[in-house]
């Protein structure tokens, strides 16, 4: 039973042998959410965006904790944050056990810090990032770029008259943590990152940290440099059926650099091919095999009539 | 082994039928702290204060987790901060294991919110802040009042002359969190509580807290009313050696009143009394019994010539 809030502390009190999974992150105003925003949005997605980190190692949520810093106190502000918060805290068994508000800084708008906590049933079932091996499949779930065709509308550099701008609103909006395929694939992906940054941005996290780990033990400087790529097929690229009147090529960069999905990317030894499709079929969430971790540093892009080497571009949140 | 920095999550891998205890604050400048503040102070007490709330629940570090957000990336700055925050983690055995970097909001200053997390053995070492009983003794670590006098001089409320304050300062920056005090406790204090809003406001919040647990427990409606004081003897309270060339009133006012000295205020069954003047040798804390919990509402101050009936006063964070 976790001591919930009004003590020094919140208390968890986990099963023998678990490992206990943490992660932060800050979602503020004029930063990472535009002023205006609707609170029910603001809610869900600082929860959403933490809990999408717990579903990359492979944990079930056990619990979060708020420290809100706020202008001045709007009840009704407050009140749609909260529904937005809670609906999602609820959905996934991640309660509110402890917090902090505070007055934000003069002049300065809502800014808000999660942590959550979540558990495996033992340290060896955490899934990492920095486990790829050559050889490994790589997969991404559901779709990409719908939520990065959304921010594009708001700055005005792409016109939403080609999109279902409802569906990128939504994406973006009220991104989805896939906790229940990260916990479904313990012992089956060989690493696992959530997509904030961008496919290839956080691909590459997943190479750099691989190749690391490599070296290391292989006793190689790991300053020489990654030895780790990957090669992806084009026409695999799950693009967001919300961008399907775009240019091709245009929908396909949305999906290639655009951050904010939160889905999951992860590698596997190909002998799993068949237990993820039944991953997919179980949770009913289309998994598709978009390429291969190979030997060669860099990401490769395969199509049609050539080869096509990728960049690494990270997604700048709204900057 | 904790995972550190670098993985979507850290992980902390507790011993079997541990309880994890965490608490989070967020640390916001032109609210919590002054802008101008010498930067290893702010590093040290966004730590400390979170540490303390650890004290007051008798558990040992585990690790941390920072959020920062900052206007501009300014070397010397984070350095500064960083070998405040590091010197205090190391010396509590509390390792940074995972982060957040952020831009702050347009126009406003540094926020840093630290999540710590810690653990005790069991669930039943716990130390409460609403399981005071009728009969209990209070004590008070060490000394109180000198945070207070530092702030009343940074408002000009107070003239520096009459005070040690390079020691008021201090005990203002650079607050000890009394972990191996609050590990001390387990078993032997009832409850117990930091004393960052003061001494009278956060006695209050036990009586509050246990006396609800009393309602509840004999099925009386909580809103009754709490049936739990505090008697208080003036001349037992540890007036900090700091203030002592002040007014003996007004000195004992920066005591029961003033916030920030993170110092622990617990509550114990008359007969651990020797056990605690033990403790209080081996740790060279000076421990003091300031009075006893009683079942009239209220905190009442027993002084030489009449009794006094303390308002709550709570101490607001620079407000």
Redesign the interface.
């Known amino acids: 039973v976790p001591?919930g809030i009004?003590?020094?502390?919140?208390?968890?009190?986990?099963p023998?042998?678990?490992?206990?999974?943490?992660?932060?992150?800050?979602f503020?105003?004029?930063?990472?959410f535009f002023s205006g925003t609707n609170p029910k949005s603001i809610g869900h997605k600082a929860l959403a965006v933490n809990l999408s980190?717990?579903a990359?190692?492979g944990?079930q949520p056990l619990g979060c904790?708020?420290?809100l810093?706020l202008p001045t106190i709007d009840d009704i502000w407050l009140d749609e944050f909260s529904q937005g918060f809670r609906a999602l805290a609820s959905a996934h068994g991640c309660p509110l056990?402890?917090?902090?508000t505070?007055?934000?800084?003069?002049?300065?708008?809502v800014?808000i810090?999660v942590?959550v906590?979540?558990m495996v049933p033992d340290?060896s079932m955490?899934i990492?990032?920095?486990t790829a091996q050559v050889g490994d499949d790589i997969w991404i779930a559901d779709s990409l770029g719908a939520a990065a065709a959304a921010v594009a509308v708001r700055y005005q550099r792409l016109s939403p008259n080609q999109l279902n701008l409802l569906a990128c609103d939504h994406a973006l909006d009220y991104p989805q943590p896939q906790l229940l395929l990260g916990q479904s694939l313990r012992k089956i992906a060989s690493a696992?990152?959530?997509v904030s940054d961008g496919l290839v941005a956080d691909l590459t996290h997943i190479l750099r940290?691989s190749a690391a780990v490599d070296a290391s033990a292989n006793s190689i400087d790991p300053s020489l440099g990654t030895s780790l790529g990957a090669c992806l097929q084009a026409r695999a690229i799950p693009v967001d059926i919300a961008l399907h009147a775009l240019p091709e090529r245009q929908a396909l960069n949305l999906a290639l650099y655009g951050g904010d999905d939160y889905r999951l990317c992860f590698t596997a030894s190909p002998k799993n091919q068949q237990t993820i499709q039944n991953i997919a079929q179980t949770i009913s969430i289309p998994l598709h095999r978009i390429g291969r971790i190979v030997a060669t540093a860099g990401v490769t892009l395969e199509q049609r009539d050539a080869n096509e080497s990728l960049q690494e571009l990270g997604y700048e949140?709204f900057?």
């Not at 009004?6 to 986990?14: R, T, V």
């Not at 056990?97 to 902090?100: F, M, S, V």
Request: include cysteine; proline fraction near 5%.
């Open positions: 001591i009004g003590d020094d502390c919140a208390m968890i009190s986990p023998a042998g678990a490992a206990i999974l943490t992660s932060v992150d800050t503020t105003e004029g930063v990472h980190d717990l990359a190692c944990a904790l708020l420290a810093s056990i402890g917090g902090d505070t007055r934000s800084a003069p002049g300065s708008g800014s810090t942590t906590f979540g340290p955490v990492r990032r920095n696992a990152i959530d940290a949140h900057r």
